[in-house]
């Protein structure tokens, strides 16, 4: 490659770079107190798995403890589902997928009830030219938060909410 392609393919790597954006921090508390049992709560929790489709790697009941397999996150061409996670931009790089992940902790309460802990990881790959890289990104916080209300109303006997869908699938 001559001196000059080399200059040309540096400085638009510099400028696809610089239209890129950090992503936002978001401020949510991945824990919430369930006023109930731990069987009421678990069994709630199952459900929810069984009602979105969710894949489950590992399932343990008496250490209170599902984790799921990657999923997919995208929303269109590649790029994050925005109600999951926030990616940041890549500028005007090549979005290949977003996916996620979550665990779900449920164990006894030392105040009394359930405490509910839901953990999102998120990935994106994205591109230019020849060059690829996995991104984290930060979670929004709205699969926790509807996760926790979906138990609570669950528990309780109210009206549940609808379940977001993700996509069961390993991205290469």
Not at 16 to 32: R, S
Not at 122 to 143: E, F, I, K, M, W
Request: negative net charge.
């Amino acid at each position: 490659m001559s001196v000059r392609a080399t200059v040309a393919v540096v400085a638009s790597l510099l400028f696809l770079g610089g239209c890129a954006t950090a992503p936002k921090t978001y401020d949510f508390d991945p824990v919430a107190v369930i006023d109930a049992d731990f069987d009421d709560v678990w069994s709630a929790v199952v459900e929810y798995f069984a009602i979105s489709s969710l894949p489950i790697d590992t399932i343990e009941k008496d250490s209170g403890l599902i984790v799921t397999s990657w999923m997919d996150a995208s929303g269109g061409y590649g790029g994050a589902d925005e109600r999951f996670c926030d990616c940041g931009s890549g500028g005007l790089t090549t979005y290949y997928w977003t996916r996620g992940k979550f665990n779900v902790f449920v164990k006894e309460s030392a105040a009394g009830g359930v405490d509910l802990r839901v953990t999102c990881t998120y990935q994106q790959r994205r591109g230019v030219l020849d060059t690829n890289a996995t991104v984290s990104c930060p979670s929004t916080g709205y699969l926790e938060m509807q996760l926790h209300d979906y138990i609570r109303a669950k528990v309780s006997g109210g009206v549940v909410p609808a379940v977001p869908t993700f996509t069961p699938g390993e991205m290469s």
